[in-house]
């Protein structure tokens, strides 16, 4: 299954969860965003022919995370570009989220590992604008639980 949470029209994430299956392979994201999220199923012995990836000019303007969740059970809360808090989702093991835009936070509802893939290089604190996270009484939990 594939979640997409939206805000006014604009595409903050989008969740694939750990049962999603499609033979062949399929692109969630459009072609311009920056970081590129696919599935891919194919039958024994299908082969990818062998490639390099040629040099393009890219410009990146924000951070686009893909997280594994590779054990354990994560809430993850979406927020607005102005902080404003949106809604909640649970993550499984298993389950893959590109967060797009807007603004996230997370608890570890169980012991977790997370694989983390983003852009580089890294530009520290200048990356990102901390805030406080949303009150557990306020919590407004969507989708699959």
């Known amino acids: 299954m594939i979640e997409e949470i939206v805000e006014s029209g604009k595409l903050l994430a989008l969740v694939v969860r750990a049962n999603y299956q499609k033979d062949g392979i399929s692109f969630f994201t459009p072609n311009e965003f920056s970081q590129q999220l696919g599935y ?12 390099v990836h040629n040099p393009v000019t890219r410009e990146v303007l924000f951070t686009k995370e893909v997280l594994l969740i590779k054990s354990g059970k994560v809430r993850v809360d979406f927020y607005d570009n102005d902080q404003r808090y949106l809604e909640s989702r649970l993550l499984h093991q298993g389950d893959v989220i590109l967060l797009a835009y807007g603004g996230h936070g997370f608890e570890m509802l169980e012991a977790s590992e997370i694989i983390e893939i983003k852009q ?8 990102k604008t901390r805030f ?6 306020q919590i407004i939990l969507k989708g699959e639980k």
Request: glycine share 12%; net charge negative.
């Open 120 to 127: 580089g290089p890294y530009a520290g604190e200048q990356d």
């Open 40 to 51: 891919m199923k194919r039958p024994l012995g299908y082969v990818i022919p062998p490639h």
């Open 132 to 137: 406080s996270p949303i009150e557990a009484n």
